[in-house]
């Protein structure tokens, strides 16, 4: 059980474009996800929390009109990555987190391999 | 926050020798401990977990202990495999708050 969906795990795109990243909570109900950032070699970086059907919360950096959350509903999450430059090229990570799971449900996505040309 | 170190960055094994990793952490109240294990393009995977009214816990190989006076709680890992290759990170936590992870151990076993 507790299984999260990320798609696409790979996406190229042009400088200036946007690209969506989507998140799905296969069998819970993810009350809240959570949006990470990881370069190469590093750990990962919270960018958002969301709940759903409220406003992310974005941590201290992380431009909110760039990278738009959506969390219409209890088992999908979205990350869009507006106008995209070559320096948001990264590998971003989703976790979903529900309640009652043993490890206080948070799973991972299998993450997205961004890079913008 | 919380502030977490993770010692060793890079940790080389041969196979069948045992790994450990020390994770320290800042905050008293936390008291969830999970071990994630990232493998090369892929996101974590949770590992072991262990809460703060538990000392040590096995699962097979892998064996997670906590010693909450000292503030840290170690990843053993014993007979390494290859496949046990990956990158290593503990996230303390208070229960629902969010992860803040270490910066990870680059484990290396070889055949």
């Known amino acids: 059980g507790a299984v999260v969906s990320q798609h696409p795990s790979r996406v190229i795109c042009k400088s200036g474009t946007s690209v969506k990243i989507e998140c799905r909570s296969l069998d819970f109900q993810a009350t809240t996800m959570f949006w990470y950032r990881q370069f190469p070699k590093q750990s990962l970086m919270l960018m958002a929390t969301s709940n759903e059907g409220s406003k992310a919360t974005y941590e201290q950096g992380v431009e909110k009109d760039k990278f738009l959350i959506n969390h219409a509903s209890l088992t999908l999450s979205t990350l869009t990555v507006t106008s995209a430059h070559p320096e948001d090229s990264s590998f971003y990570i989703c976790s979903a987190r529900g309640t009652g799971a043993r490890n206080y449900g948070y799973t991972f996505g299998s993450g997205t391999r961004l890079t913008v040309v | ?111």
């Open chain 2, 1 to 111: 926050g919380e502030n977490v170190e993770q010692h060793p960055s890079t940790l080389s094994v041969q196979e069948g020798d045992s790994a450990v990793i020390k994770c320290t952490y800042s905050d008293s109240a936390s008291n969830y401990f999970p071990w994630y294990k990232q493998e090369l393009g892929k996101g974590p995977q949770l590992i072991i977990d262990i809460r703060s009214n538990v000392g040590e816990k096995k699962d097979q190989r892998i064996a997670v202990t906590l010693n909450k006076t000292a503030k840290h709680f170690s990843l053993h890992i014993t007979e390494t495999q290859p496949e046990d290759s990956a990158v290593y990170f503990c996230a303390p936590n208070s229960g629902y708050s969010t992860l803040t992870f270490g910066k990870g151990t680059m484990l290396l076993v070889s055949p």
